[in-house]
């Protein structure tokens, strides 16, 4: 999400204040805890 929290678009930062309303998370702010550890790709 950290583009989004970086974009200028009219939409995204609308969006970026939908998440933070609904789910009080402010994408423009970097994660109170470490990012979870990718275990498995099955894309790969």
Do not use: C, R
Not at 16 to 42: C, R, T, W
């Amino acid at each position: 999400m950290k583009t989004l929290g970086e974009s200028t678009h009219e939409f995204d930062k609308w969006f970026a204040g939908k998440i933070k309303e609904v789910h009080g998370i402010d994408v423009n702010q970097p994660p109170p805890d470490p990012m979870p550890k990718l275990y498995f790709n099955s894309g790969s």
